[in-house]
T-cell receptor
Framework: AQSVTQLDSHVSVSEGTPVLLRCNYS??????LFWYVQHPNKGLQLLLK??????LVKGINGFEAEFKKSETSFHLTKPSAHMSDAAEYFC????????????FGTGTRLKVLA | NAGVTQTPKFQVLKTGQSMTLQCAQD?????MSWYRQDPGMGLRLIHY???????DQGEVPNGYNVSRSTTEDFPLRLLSAAPSQTSVYFC????????????????FGPGTRLTVL
């Protein structure tokens, strides 16, 4: 069965410093992995997705993530945090096992300090 | 394109009342889903549909019904509301994957915040 673990429920960084949001997954098959962002009282927006074409995936707003099969990880990074990055971030896994289901992590709330 | 739209944005119900949350998409996506979001639990799948006339249960289906008569619409019905159904509800849609892999991303609506007293 597939699962996803976001290792930090809250992360605080200062503006201009790097961001690292950690995600580990478990999947029986080659997974598709996604990062979504949710700003307060808003819906979810796709940041980036991994679908086996390249292990380093670039997304919107300067975010990127690296798929590491040996570590079963898909951590989200950004070189320099901006105040507008403050939001909740969800790591999502879906595998080719035949079910349609996406499995969401419990989320990481990112706080950016001025 | 409006994308995925949901109505209402907010709703307060009393225990035992019924209501329907509306969801519509104009992207001609075959797949649609309903999720609920509760603090510290991420999003959990309630029901999903892979096309008109085809629905199936997700992780937390109890107390909810769905139907899919058209590609565009996927309403979620609460039969007899309970306080445990207080949550934020999201509808999502996506295109089916070609060849089964990779999965395409889902597009989400803005959500409906439901409170059951």
């Amino acid at each position: 069965a597939q699962s996803v673990t976001q290792l930090d429920s809250h992360v605080s960084v200062s503006e201009g410093t790097p961001v690292l949001l950690r995600c580990n997954y478990s999947s029986s098959y080659s997974p598709s992995l996604f990062w979504y962002v949710q700003h307060p009282n808003k819906g979810l927006q796709l940041l980036l997705k991994y679908t086996s074409a390249a292990t380093l995936v670039k997304g919107i707003n300067g975010f990127e993530a690296e798929f590491k099969k040996s570590e079963t990880s898909f951590h989200l990074t950004k070189p320099s945090a901006h105040m507008s990055d403050a939001a909740e971030y969800f790591c999502v896994v879906s595998d080719r096992g035949g079910t349609y289901k996406y499995i969401f992590g419990t989320g990481t709330r990112l706080k950016v300090l001025a | 394109n409006a994308g995925v739209t949901q109505t209402p944005k907010f709703q307060v119900l009393k225990t035992g009342q019924s209501m329907t949350l509306q969801c519509a998409q104009d992207m001609n996506h075959e797949y649609m889903s309903w999720y609920r979001q509760d603090p510290g639990m991420g999003l959990r799948l309630i029901h999903y549909s892979v096309g008109a006339g085809i629905t199936d249960q997700g992780e937390v289906p109890n107390g909810y019904n769905v139907s899919r008569s058209t590609t565009e619409d996927f309403p979620l019905r609460l039969l007899s509301a309970a306080p445990s159904q207080t949550s934020v509800y999201f509808c999502a849609s996506r295109r089916p994957s070609t060849g089964g892999f990779p999965y395409n991303e889902q597009f989400f609506g803005p959500g409906t915040r439901l409170t059951v007293l």
